[in-house]
């Protein structure tokens, strides 16, 4: 009888033997083997890395009762499940663009991934300033295979909406809902982390602004009740792994069915965090390399959008013509109200990002968040207004125009 056939939190101690137990059909060489706690591992689970000296390696995740973050958070643990499943679903829909999942355990609320050490967190890369060419085109094919494939458009509607049933977590959308869709403008359970320098700013610009409130209030039930496509639900830079020639994402744990802006928002916010680091460390080829590749992810995300969905659709009603003109306009908009929660919610939410915190220049610190919280409410108030690339950068241009008026 196993010692693994009820839950309980794992430590380093018992991984090992978990590992050997999950892994029969690996080799490993029990003398060499060795389990590593990485230094960083996100807000909400347990990550350890087990290895040996033949080369076999594997992650194993296992979701704790409450998140690493907060201690007053305690989703479900099914989490680890809805995650695993997610990313099975989504590395058939994008063959090699998601780590590869060996086995879940819906008992100990752990799974096996690939191990990815190649690669590197491109939140990590981006803080070095590295430049990766290929990956305005490997995320779009990312965004368009995950999402259009997922949606009412390609799928049997009774199949969609089996999935749609089966990758529900209220738990999670919960946090979305709170953290990312209300509290950032009202700091209501009071978990905000606000930079002290820019307090008087944000309660003038977020926390005291009626309109910018209406068009997040219609933001946030967009995201409740439009069960658009499988998104990944937290795709940021933090939850892709990089390097020259590919990409793989993964922490599909926050995936639900909802607007499918939501994660191509997200993308672009997080490239405009990169900005902000580079900004602050004179990286103007940097700089320049971020905002090109916004520029690149939404016009090859609608031009491989349109050029699948004439593929793939097979809803009769969405071969209607000016329904696909129609449907893509109102992505891309809610893409721009999007990058904007995100924006904003990275910024004074509880869950900061380090390429900004990591500003060690006050001034350059207060610009940055200006021009995050200035251009996020330009792409939440002017939604209508974001078609293409060019669009969303000059967003980004005029937000850091008008911050450095504010300094």
């Keep these: 009888m196993s010692r693994f056939d009820h839950y309980f939190q794992m430590d380093v101690d018992d991984i090992m033997e978990y590992a050997l137990e999950k892994t029969e059909d690996i080799d490993w060489d029990h003398s060499s083997m060795v389990v590593i706690v990485p230094e960083e591992h996100g807000n909400l689970n347990y990550v350890y890395l087990v290895k040996d000296a033949r080369g076999h390696s594997i992650f194993i995740k296992q979701a704790g009762t409450e998140t690493r973050i907060s201690k007053d958070m305690k989703p479900s643990t099914d989490r680890n499940r809805l995650e695993s499943e997610i990313m099975m679903l989504e590395e058939k829909l994008a063959p090699g663009m998601v780590t590869h999942i060996y086995f879940y355990d819906t008992v100990m609320c752990a799974c096996g991934m690939e191990d990815c050490s190649d690669f590197s967190v491109m939140r990590d890369a981006m803080l070095r300033h590295e430049i990766f060419p290929d990956f305005a085109d490997e995320i779009s094919t990312f965004l368009v295979d995950t999402l259009l494939l997922s949606s009412d458009v390609v799928m049997d509607h009774k199949e969609k909406k089996k999935l749609v049933k089966q990758f529900i977590s209220p738990d999670l959308c919960d946090i979305t809902e709170k953290l990312v869709l209300m509290e950032p403008y009202d700091d209501l359970n009071h978990r905000n982390h606000v930079y ?212």
Aim: proline share 1%.
């Design 196 to 407: 002290t320098p820019n307090s008087e700013f944000v309660k003038k610009e977020l926390y005291s602004d009626e309109q910018l409130h209406l068009e997040v209030a219609k933001l946030k039930f967009r995201f409740m009740t439009n069960a658009q496509a499988l998104i990944h639900g937290d795709l940021h830079t933090g939850s892709i792994f990089i390097r020259r020639d590919s990409m793989k994402a993964f922490d599909s744990e926050f995936g639900t069915y909802a607007p499918m802006g939501y994660d191509i928002g997200n993308v672009v916010a997080n490239l405009i965090f990169a900005y902000d680091n580079g900004l602050a460390a004179d990286e103007d080829e940097f700089c320049n390399w971020t905002l090109d590749t916004i520029e690149k992810v939404i016009d090859l995300f609608v031009e491989k959008f349109s050029r699948k969905f004439d593929e793939a659709v097979t809803e009769p009603m969405a071969k209607v013509k000016g329904f696909k003109e129609w449907y893509l306009a109102d992505i891309l908009k809610d893409t721009a109200g999007y990058t904007g929660t995100e924006l904003h919610r990275r910024t004074v939410g509880m869950a900061n990002v380090t390429d900004v915190t990591r500003i060690k220049d006050e001034d350059k610190r207060l610009l940055a968040e200006r021009i995050n919280i200035l251009a996020g409410k330009d792409y939440i108030m002017n939604q209508e207004s974001f078609a293409s690339g060019v669009d969303f950068t000059a967003a980004v241009r005029r937000a850091e125009k008008e911050a450095r008026k504010t300094l």
